[in-house]
């Protein structure tokens, strides 16, 4: 029988949550049919509660949603259910999905299931989408959701994403319940990078949070379920990935690291009675690239022409990335009402960049016969830079939940975690060794048009010869350790909060949140003499071409640097001449964060409204060293404490039931760094002498937003909907920096920038504000494709969005005197997936495209605009058996360019291109069950 659509007219349904079979049996007295069902199937299940007014093919798709039942046979009289099995005719008929795709995830819910099935607006990414595309990790997963931009890759690597528009920082992240804390040095965005894919289920954006989610969620919180041994029913399923890959930026000046991947989980029960499940798995990703630059320091107008000035830059940044990631969980579910669960992991990422650049600076006033493309320089300096840097984080995260159903109405719900983080990173900074500026016998060209910028070497007789570029300015070798060490723990119960529940419910909970972080600079600084180091003693190459950058030794550097260079800060912490960074990096920062939430609802036939709170209290303490007035690090202690109280109201109707509207307001915030008010001092020795202190206020408050969400959602068949809604946030309390000038009796200029939270200049608000509109259209298997095509899934998602932020003149010395509002995110966001599958073949598809993302300037003319060319990522296979498939992958197949324009609203020369490598893999998936 195949399965047909019931068109009936509308019941009331009262269906408690119970045993699927029992909860069978009842909707067939209520919906007046006959139900036929596999006992085995549906033994060990628990069905949620369905009440309303509905058709009942929309209460039997609420009542099975992820239980691996599927809908065979309904003739509108008679219905035929199937459980999952490793058969490959088992399949959900709703879905385009291969058959060992669907073997792999039969138990869990699609991505409609869990946006109907929510209390606000969400949207939602589930284990199908995700083994259908290359991600390598949880940040690729998230951005493919709607409004979620994709940060420019790392050596094939999306490290964070931004939603919505705002920072890393202002979304926060939770494990099956347990909050997310593997941080990275002092900020607070969650390394989401070192997450497998390979380990979730399924991940659920909420963009305006509940009071049960935490509320440092500006811009979203996102919820990740990991996979359950006793995911479907407990079967047994192992699933190996490897791959090798190729980089089409694999040459220069040094050769990458080739790329290969290795992924494995094996889940299933571990008793015939249903109650152990066992869930682990591993994975390793070794990723290496190349990054090409071309930039030019600023623009200047001659003769109405836009000229460079400054640095004329050609680059190239190598990476390499190693991501070691391992679980383990354990479940155990001795009753219908009882579920326990601990989990481990481990997370490693061993990170390395090392650029290599050849630089010209030039000034515009010496520019000969400029046109609007292209002129030359007949006179420059010229220098070869290197730097390196290689963060390696290694995180130790343990959590323990438990769910117990007390009645069908009320429910407890505790979690435990805690997370070892421990992040060491290196580093070399050298200004360059510099060649003196001189007449160029061949002159510096240039040219540009509306996207591309590209030099033409000049040449002398001293410009080819390495022995003529020195470097005697300050070396800074880094060498940081930081160390976290973060706990959480929380309750909760809830009395009729089903979203079926009809009536008064209300749910109350409690938190607690630890942050012990200690950061300590363990590097050094030279003072390099007048002599310093040529560039011949670390270089083999015995000659040289401007824009064309060369390798180094940094053994041999490092050797000359600490036989030549004078330490700095000396052995009393005081600085005889340019410092380093060293003492002012040194903290440590602790914060407890006690919180209580209470949330009443009452649900309707077709409605819920529900209102509620979220109380929070924080202590924060920070120890740190910091200059006083003669250059010398002394130690600080701060103590801050401060609470926040944050209202929200959220609601939903379900005009049809297919026709969900749904509105939502909640208050939220974004705590500051822990190490916000490091303290940083450098003189210069220019004319005239100048010292400059930066620093922030110890007692920074977290930005503050209001947030409002609206949505439309048609659900036409089962995963597949159509969705519009409205955004808006109000966000506060931000910080800025503002700075001023004095001239010290011993005629030295000090400069001193502090940054603090501001609410208005003179008498103007500072403040920043998001609208915006989204739309999504997502149907697993477009019904006009006639079968003998086969199945071809889509997903189209459209975001409308407007974030403009106070910028504030001054700087420098100059204090603030007027604010001006400007766009701070792209205004566009659009994606775009596609699953296609017919017999053993399987091809996936997935297109992200951003207009240009705006840079923050109080002054108009120097406005700037970023353009990222779209990101392609596919995914295809070949089903060689029922367990072996041979796949394709491709990253970043357009080769995507990153074009920084400069001049008003995105006109003028392209002012800066970076290429990013493509990376196709090719590899094999094994599968037993």
């Known amino acids: 029988m195949t399965p047909a659509v019931s068109v009936a007219a ?44 509905m058709e009942p093919r929309a209460a039997l798709t609420q009542l099975i949603a992820g239980s691996g039942l599927s809908i065979v046979g309904d003739d509108g009289k008679m219905i035929m259910l199937q459980g999952a099995s490793g058969r490959e005719d088992a399949r959900l008929a709703s879905d385009a999905a291969t058959a060992l795709e669907e073997i792999i995830v039969t138990s869990g819910p699609r991505a409609g299931d869990l946006k109907w099935g929510s209390d606000t607006v969400v949207n939602t990414v589930t284990q199908l989408e995700i083994q259908r595309l290359p991600n390598l990790d949880v940040s690729d997963v998230l951005a493919r959701l709607p409004g979620v931009r994709r940060n420019e890759t790392q050596s094939g690597e999306n490290r964070y994403v931004q939603i919505r528009g705002l920072n890393n920082a202002a979304a926060s992240q939770s494990v099956d319940g347990v909050l997310l804390t593997d941080y990275v040095n002092g900020s607070r965005a969650t390394s989401t990078e070192l997450l497998s894919a390979n380990f979730i289920k399924n991940v659920t954006v909420t963009s305006t949070v509940t009071p049960d989610l935490d509320e440092n969620a500006n811009s979203a919180h996102v919820a990740l379920t990991t996979i359950s041994g006793l995911d479907n029913n407990g079967q047994h399923v192992a699933d190996f990935r490897a791959y090798v890959g190729a980089n089409n930026r694999n040459d220069g000046v040094l ?57 004329l830059t050609k680059g190239e940044t190598y990476s390499a990335s190693q991501r ?375 007692y920074l408050m977290p930005i503050r937003s209001t947030n409002f969400d609206a949505s439309a959602e048609y659900y036409y068949g089962r995963s597949a909907y159509l969705s519009f809604g409205g955004f808006a946030k109000d966000l506060h309390d931000i910080s800025a920096s503002s700075s001023s000038q004095s001239i010290g009796p011993d005629g030295v200029r000090e400069v001193i920038t502090y940054t603090s939270n501001v609410r208005e200049v003179n008498g103007k608000k500072v403040y920043g504000k998001v609208r915006g509109l989204e739309a999504v259209w997502s149907d697993p298997q477009l019904p006009w494709i006639p079968e003998r095509f086969g199945n071809l899934g889509l997903t189209l998602s459209y975001d409308y969005l407007v974030y403009q932020i106070t910028a504030i003149n001054g700087g420098g010395g100059t204090p603030p005197s007027d604010t001006r509002l400007v766009d701070n995110a792209p205004r566009h966001f659009f994606n775009a997936s596609l699953a296609y599958n017919k017999g053993p073949f399987a091809a996936n598809l997935y297109l992200q495209e951003q207009s240009s993302v705006p840079s923050l300037s109080y002054n108009p003319a120097n406005d700037r605009r970023t353009k990222y060319d779209p990101l392609l990522d596919l995914q295809a296979s070949w089903q060689v058996s029922r367990n072996f498939r041979v796949m394709v992958e491709g990253r970043n197949m357009l080769d995507q360019d990153i074009t920084d324009r400069y001049g008003v609203t995105n006109y003028g020369p392209a002012y800066q291109i970076k290429n990013n490598g493509r990376t196709v893999w090719l590899g094999f998936q094994f599968t037993t069950f």
């Open 255 to 311: 050769k990458t690291r080739k790329p290969v991947r290795l992924a494995g989980s094996w889940k299933g029960g571990l008793d015939d009675a249903g109650k152990w499940g066992l869930a682990m798995g591993a994975s390793l990703d070794r990723l290496g690239s190349r990054q090409d630059a071309v930039s030019v320091a600023s623009f200047n107008t001659i003769n109405g022409t836009l000229v460079p000035n400054g640095a």
């Open 324 to 698: 070691v990631s391992a679980m383990a969980r354990l479940d155990y579910r001795p009753s219908d009402k009882l579920s326990l669960f601990g989990e481990y992991f481990y997370l490693e990422h061993d990170f390395r960049t090392e650029q290599r650049t050849s630089t010209v600076s030039v000034a515009a006033a010496g520019a000969v016969n400029p046109t609007s493309t292209g002129g030359q320089f007949n006179a420059a300096s010229a220098s070869y830079g290197f730097n390196a840097g290689h963060p390696k984080l290694m995180d130790h995260i343990v959590q323990l939940g438990g769910d117990y159903a007390i009645n069908d109405k009320d429910s407890l719900s505790v979690r435990v975690g805690v997370t070892y983080n421990r992040v060491l990173a290196g580093s070399i900074a050298t200004s360059g060794f510099v060649l003196a500026s001189s007449a160029l016998t061949t002159p510096v060209g240039y040219s540009f048009g509306d996207d591309q910028l590209s030099f033409t070497p000049g040449s002398n007789a001293q410009t080819s010869k390495p022995a003529n570029y020195r470097l005697n300015s300050k070396v800074t070798v880094g060498d940081t350790l930081s160390r976290d060490q973060n706990y959480f723990a929380r309750i909760d119960y809830a009395h009729n909060m089903d979203l079926a529940d009809n009536g008064l419910g209300f749910k109350l909970g409690a938190q607690l949140k630890t942050l012990d972080r200690s950061n300590v600079q363990r590097g050094y600084a030279r003072i390099l003499p007048s002599s310093g180091v040529l560039l011949s003693e670390v270089t083999s190459a015995s000659n040289v071409t401007l824009f064309q950058p060369v390798d180094w030794n940094v053994d041999t550097f490092l050797s000359l640097v600490n036989t030549r260079g004078t330490p700095s800060p000396d052995a009393n912490r005081l600085y005889a001449a340019d410092p380093a960074d060293s003492y002012g990096q040194n903290f440590n920062g602790s914060e407890e964060i006690g919180l209580g939430y209470g949330i009443v609802s009452f649900g309707w036939d077709r409605a819920r409204l529900s209102a509620g709170v979220r109380a929070a209290h924080t202590h924060r303490e920070l120890d740190q060293y910091e200059p006083d007035t003669v250059g010398k690090f002394i130690q600080g202690h701060y103590e801050q404490n401060y609470w926040h109280v944050l209202p929200s109201a959220y609601g939903s109707y379900d005009v049809t039931s297919n026709l969900k509207l749904r509105g939502a307001f909640t208050k939220t915030l974004e705590r500051p760094a822990i190490n916000s008010a490091s303290r940083r001092l450098i003189t210069s020795y220019d004319t005239p002498v100048t010292r400059s202190i930066s620093y922030s206020n110890p």
């Open 10 to 53: 509308e019941r009331a349904f009262d269906i408690k949550a119970q045993p699927m079979g029992e909860a069978l049996n009842q909707f067939a007295r209520q919906a007046g049919v006959q139900i036929f069902f596999p006992g085995e199937a549906a033994a060990g299940r628990r069905s949620p509660a369905v009440r309303g007014t």
